[in-house]
């Protein structure tokens, strides 16, 4: 398989589009879902898709899946060698899509390859993503339900710990596995606050990425009552816990 097909592939498989012309029922633009008077509707099909009637299991669970889209940005940026602008303005949600809520990027694209100019292009790709997405989104979602935003941080932060150690371990040759392992300490421990947010105090990833999380997702309230692998408040007798 050659490395731009199996890069596509894995791009897929997060729910992470690109091409213009990707098909989906519904899309809904980035700035929607930071957006007071959508924000609302936007849970409500989000509850009803998921057959639940909290909207902070909604809101939580969203965010796992909206999260785990976007960790493309971050595949592109390490193991492809792309940085791509993924502020929300750059980002559509496919809703529904494949997996359940998918994420269309059509942000400017450079190679990121040049060390010269890697370094300015990975800050523009963390803050475009953590400060002008995921935080602007956590906030909505706080407002409109009252869910922890550093417990969406730690929902987002799954996936980053997941697929970079997951990337790393499938390198396909030292160059890029030393490559990688320098974007993920740079994302989990030397980026400043300031590129995850307005008033961050600190970087959200250090105290993440640990076998059992901090906090709880609420996953357990989902029709099906299982608990995710991690889980702080698991009980012991639960015998088939969900990733």
Not at 32 to 56: C, F, G, N, S, T
């Amino acid at each position: 398989m050659s490395a731009v097909k199996a890069g596509g592939d894995a791009l897929l498989e997060l729910g992470y589009y690109t091409a213009p012309d990707v098909e989906a029922p519904d899309r809904l633009h980035g700035p929607v879902l930071a957006a007071a008077e959508h924000v609302p509707k936007l849970l409500d099909r989000v509850a009803d898709m998921l057959r639940v009637d909290k909207p902070a299991v909604a809101a939580s669970q969203f965010t796992k899946w909206y999260c785990r889209s976007l960790v493309g940005v971050l595949y592109e940026f390490s193991v492809l060698g792309i940085a791509r602008s993924a502020s929300l303005r750059d980002v559509m949600l496919l809703f529904p899509g494949d997996p359940p809520f998918a994420v269309h990027c059509g942000g400017r694209a450079a190679p990121a390859l040049d060390p010269a100019a890697r370094e300015s292009l990975r800050e523009l790709t963390v803050i475009r993503l953590f400060a002008h997405n995921w935080n602007l989104v956590f906030k909505s979602l706080h407002a409109a339900t009252g869910v922890r935003e550093d417990l969406l941080w730690e929902n987002g932060s799954m996936y980053v710990h997941h697929f970079y150690r997951k990337w790393i371990e499938e390198a396909a040759d030292p160059e890029t596995r030393e490559r990688i392992e320098d974007d993920y300490r740079y994302v989990r421990q030397e980026a400043p606050p300031e590129l995850f947010g307005e008033l961050q105090c600190f970087n959200p990833f250090i105290f993440t990425g640990k076998a059992v999380r901090r906090m709880c997702c609420l996953r357990y309230h989902l029709p099906d009552g299982r608990y995710c692998k991690g889980c702080p408040v698991k009980p012991k007798t639960d015998p088939e816990p969900n990733v």
